[in-house]
C-alpha cells in the first residue's frame, strides 16, 4: 500500500468467477447413470476451469486492465510456479484465513448477481467450482501462511472488525495458538 504521506492513489483488485452453473445438474445426471467415474470427472474439470480462469483475469489485469507488467510473456512452468508481479490471495487460505471477508469481497463484486455464485454461512461458495479473491499488485507482495495467533492479535482484529471476539475465534479457530473461554 502506498503510505498515506504520499498522497498517491492506491488499489486493491477483487474478482469471483464460476465455472459451475449447472454442474449439479449434470453431475447428478451422471450419477442417475450409476456413472460415478463421469460425476467426478465433470466436477475436477470445473474446479480446474475455475482455478484457470481466475489465472488467466489475473494474467489479463497485470497485462491489460493494470498495466504494470504489460510485456510479460511467461512460459507455463513459470506460470505455474507464479514467477509474476502481484499475488491474487483468497480469503480462507492460509495468507488469509478467515472465510468472514468473503462477505466483503462479494459486496464489492456483487458477485452474485453479476455471476450466479453465493456464499453459504460457513463462507462455502456455491456452485463449488468457483474462485474468488483479492488482487495485489505490488512487485515485493508474495504469498505466506499466516500460521498461529495470539488472544492478543484476535482481540485486537476483533476490534478493528467491530466483531465480537468470540466471533472472530470462530472464523479463526484453525489458527488459534490457544482454546477459547467459550469453547
Known sequence: M???????????????VTA???LDRLV??????NDDYSAILAKALADRL???FAERLHERVRREYWGYAPEEHLPLPEIVSERYRGIRPAPGYPACPDHSEKATLFALTDATR??????????????AAS???WYFAHPEAHYFGLGKIERDQVTDY?????????EVERWLSANLAYTPENG
Request: glycine residues 14%; neutral net charge.
Open 2 to 16: 502506498a503510505p498515506r504521506e504520499t498522497d498517491l492513489a492506491d488499489y486493491v483488485g477483487a474478482f469471483a
Open 20 to 22: 459451475g452453473l449447472g
Open 28 to 33: 447428478r445426471a451422471f450419477e442417475q447413470d
Open 50 to 52: 475455475a482455478e484457470a
Open 114 to 127: 453479476r455471476a450466479g455464485i453465493t456464499l453459504t454461512e460457513s463462507g462455502a461458495m456455491l456452485p
Open 131 to 133: 474462485v474468488s479473491g
Open 158 to 166: 476483533a476490534k478493528r472488525k467491530g466483531r465480537p471476539v468470540a
